[in-house]
């Protein structure tokens, strides 16, 4: 593992970049010429050291070009290289960079990827400069000697993209607008399907809490009546009490005859009864003599 993959690979984690993406260098990799699905960082202010190999001048550069393609789970780096001014013939050199410098790019470049594929949004003011590297520059940038302003990077980066570039960009940025539109309106529905979902759990709680109160109105007459059951129940109970007690302190006679005196009635009866006969069998006696 290179220290570039190792510095990805934290950098990652630490973003929380939580696919696997696989980072490999590509020096074949042009400005804007994309495959479709790929996406395009270029970095080209770069700080970086250099050295020839066949005079071993050493020199630096804050104009060091890197292009960075991207596709889902994969990266590709191609940093493009310089060659020394001191040599008639001379080779195209690697740069060097300091690790604080590799960090910072690579920070910018996990951020790009967290807004191309993640939809995370970016301010150009997130992105950390990579010109601190505590070197200066040696001299004017020269662009003969350069790789990247050879290929056209410095102009191509302000440049129009190519229109098959262009297009396919255009149509992975609509699919990307209308997925995140999609996901906004998916994430709308659920929303108010929880509250529908919440106003109907409100509904039959409502309805629970107004059965309760019915049931307890309901239980609540029920003893009413049971209490004035039993309070007609303990009232009619002496009633009934006292009418036994009339009834056993009242004589047979008056049992019988509802209190009226009938027996002596009746003896006053067959006693003037008797007078009358008496009375009219010597009436009868004294006019037949």
């Keep these: 593992m290179t220290t570039w993959q190792r510095i990805f690979a934290e950098k990652a984690a630490r973003m929380k970049l939580m696919d696997p993406w696989v980072f490999e260098e590509d020096n074949s990799l042009q400005v804007h010429s994309l495959e479709p699905g790929w996406k395009e960082f270029l970095q080209n202010h770069v700080a970086g050291r250099f050295q020839c190999s066949q005079c071993l001048y050493r020199w630096s ?55 191309d594929f993640y939809n995370v949004p970016m301010q150009s003011a997130d992105l950390l400069e990579v010109v601190v590297d505590g070197c200066h520059a040696s001299g004017p940038h020269d662009r ?24 396919t960009k255009g149509g992975v940025n609509k ?90 009635c009746c003896c006053l009866g067959l006693s003037i009864l008797c007078v009358l006969a008496v009375l009219i069998f010597a009436l009868l006696y004294s006019l037949l003599k």
Aim: hydrophobic share 35%; with cysteine.
């Design 61 to 115: 550069s804050a104009k060091v070009h890197i292009l960075f393609h991207m596709c889902y789970g994969m990266v590709r780096m191609r940093i493009f290289r310089q060659a020394c001014r001191q040599c008639h013939d001379p080779q195209l050199e690697e740069p060097i960079f300091s690790l604080e410098n590799i960090e910072r790019l690579l920070h910018n470049l996990v951020l790009k990827i967290l807004e």
């Design 144 to 167: 003969t000697r350069c790789e990247g302003c050879r290929l056209g990077v410095c102009s191509k980066s302000r440049a129009p993209v190519e229109p098959s570039a262009g297009k």
């Design 175 to 264: 699919a990307q607008k209308t997925k995140m539109d999609v996901d906004k309106a998916q994430k709308t529905k659920r929303d108010v399907d929880g509250a529908w979902n919440i106003k109907i759990d409100v509904d039959n709680a409502w309805k629970t809490q107004t059965d309760v109160y019915k049931a307890q109105k309901t239980k609540r007459d029920v003893d009413k009546a049971w209490k004035t059951k039993v309070g007609v129940h303990k009232a009619w109970k002496p009633r009934e009490d006292m009418e036994k007690a009339v009834l056993i302190t009242r004589s047979p006679e008056q049992v019988v005859g509802g209190g009226f005196p009938w027996k002596r």
